[in-house]
C-alpha cells in the first residue's frame, strides 16, 4: 500500500485591490529604538511554531509513520497534493489498493474535487479496491429521515437543505460520496465507502487534528458553558480496523456507517471526570435545538466489525494527550 503525504506551500500571489501605503518610524528611531533583520523573526517565529506543536517539518510529521512495525521494508512515503492529478497518479501507480483518507474536516473542494482526482487515478492505475473515507455528515442532516429512527446507509444529508444552510461540511461529504459511489458503479471499480462519526483515541501524529481538540477542550477548563446535542464516537483504532475489513472483505458493497458510541456531553464530561477529576471541566450545559438522533451501524457489524468499550478509548486519549504535552497531568 503506498501513502501520499505532502507539504502546504503557496505556489501562487495574486495582488490585492486597494492603494499602497507605507509607515514612518523615523521618530521612534530618534529615541534610539532598533529592529532586527526581518530573516531573524521568520527564522525564530516558525521555529516556535514548530516547537508549539503549531507547525511540524516533514521528519517531524512523518517520523511516527517510519516507526511503525516493519516500515523500513514496507512503507514507502510520496508527496501528493489532492490538486495535483499527475501527482496522485504516481503515487498511486502500481498499487492494488488504496483508501483515500485525506480530506481537510471542514472544506468542499478537497472532498469533491480531490476525490475525483483520487479515483480517476485510481481507474487510470487499474487499483482492483478502493475505500473512500466519508463521514456520517454525509448521512445525517436528513430533514425527512422518520423522526425516533436510527439513521442507517438509506439516509443521505440533503444537500439543497445543507446549501441554505450553509452547512459545507455535511454538504461537500455528501456530494463526494454519492459521485464515488456512482463513480464506482459507471466505471466498473471496485469502490465502497464508509462514514464515521466523531473519532477519538490516541494519536499517532505529533500535531493535533480537529476532533481530538475537541476533546482535549473538555479537559482543559476552555470551555464553561457548553451547547449540548447527542454526540456519536467512535475509536481511531477501531475505525481504522474498520477500514481494512472493508478493504479485505470481497462482498461489501456500497456504503457502511461506522459509530460505536452516542452519548451526551454531559454525561461523557461526568465519566471523564470520574476517571481525571483533577481536569477543569465545562460547568454548564444548554440543550442545543433540534431533534437528537442516532446511527444504525448493522451493515458493519453483520461483517464481524467489534469495538472497544468507550472508557478505553477515553483513558487512552486521555494519557495519549498527557504523554504529547498537550495537557499536563496532575
Ligand atoms: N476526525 C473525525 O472525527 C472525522 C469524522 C468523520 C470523518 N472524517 C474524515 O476522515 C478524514 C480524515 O479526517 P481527519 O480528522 O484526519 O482530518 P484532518 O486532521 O483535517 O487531516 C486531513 C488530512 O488530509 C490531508 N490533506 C488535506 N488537504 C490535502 C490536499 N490538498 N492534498 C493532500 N492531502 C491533504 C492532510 O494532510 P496535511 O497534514 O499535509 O495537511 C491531513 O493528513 C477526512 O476525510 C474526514 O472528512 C473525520
Redesign the pocket.
Known amino acids: 500500500m503506498q501513502l501520499?503525504?505532502?507539504m502546504?506551500l503557496h505556489d501562487s500571489f495574486t495582488e490585492e485591490i486597494g492603494g499602497r501605503f507605507d509607515v514612518n518610524c523615523k521618530k521612534l528611531q530618534d529615541f534610539g529604538w532598533k529592529y532586527r533583520p526581518l530573516e531573524e523573526s521568520i527564522v525564530d517565529a516558525v521555529k516556535n511554531f514548530e516547537e508549539c506543536g503549531l507547525l511540524v517539518g516533514d521528519e517531524k510529521?512523518n517520523g511516527h509513520l517510519k516507526k511503525l512495525e516493519k516500515a523500513s521494508e514496507n512503507l514507502h512515503l510520496f508527496k501528493?497534493?489532492?490538486?495535483d492529478y499527475e501527482g496522485l497518479y504516481a503515487a498511486i501507480a502500481g498499487c492494488t489498493g488504496v483508501l483515500h483518507?485525506?480530506?481537510?474536516?471542514e472544506l468542499v473542494e478537497?472532498a469533491i474535487t480531490?476525490t475525483q482526482n483520487v479515483l480517476n487515478a485510481c481507474l487510470k492505475a487499474r487499483v482492483k479496491k478502493v475505500v473512500v473515507?466519508s463521514?456520517?455528515?454525509a448521512v445525517m442532516v436528513n430533514p425527512n429521515w422518520p423522526k425516533g429512527q436510527p439513521m442507517d446507509e438509506n439516509s443521505w444529508s440533503d444537500t439543497e437543505f445543507c446549501k441554505s444552510a450553509k452547512m459545507w461540511y455535511p454538504f461537500g461529504?455528501a456530494i463526494a460520496e454519492s459521485e464515488t459511489l456512482e463513480f464506482g458503479m459507471r466505471n466498473e471499480l471496485n469502490i465502497v465507502t464508509i462514514c464515521?462519526?466523531?473519532?477519538i483515541g490516541p494519536k499517532l501524529q505529533s500535531s493535533l487534528?480537529?476532533?481530538s481538540s475537541l476533546l482535549l477542550s473538555y479537559l482543559k477548563g476552555e470551555i464553561n458553558t457548553m451547547n449540548c446535542r447527542v454526540q456519536q464516537l467512535v475509536d481511531v483504532r477501531d475505525f481504522a480496523e474498520a477500514l481494512l475489513l472493508l478493504y479485505e472483505k470481497s462482498e461489501a458493497e456500497g456504503r457502511y456507517i461506522c459509530s460505536s458510541y452516542t452519548i451526551r456531553p454531559e454525561v461523557l464530561v461526568e465519566k471523564l471526570k470520574a476517571m481525571f477529576p483533577h481536569y477543569n471541566y465545562p460547568e454548564f450545559f444548554i440543550e442545543e435545538k433540534g431533534d437528537p438522533f442516532d446511527f444504525n451501524c448493522k451493515k458493519l457489524l453483520d461483517f464481524g466489525w467489534k469495538y472497544r468499550p468507550l472508557e478505553e478509548s477515553i483513558v487512552d486519549a486521555v494519557k495519549n494527550f498527557e504523554e504529547s504535552g498537550l495537557l499536563v497531568g496532575k
Open positions: 501520499g503525504l505532502r502546504h510529521k501528493a497534493d489532492l490538486f483518507v485525506a480530506s481537510p474536516v478537497p480531490g473515507v463521514s456520517v455528515a461529504k464515521p462519526s466523531l473519532v487534528n480537529l476532533s
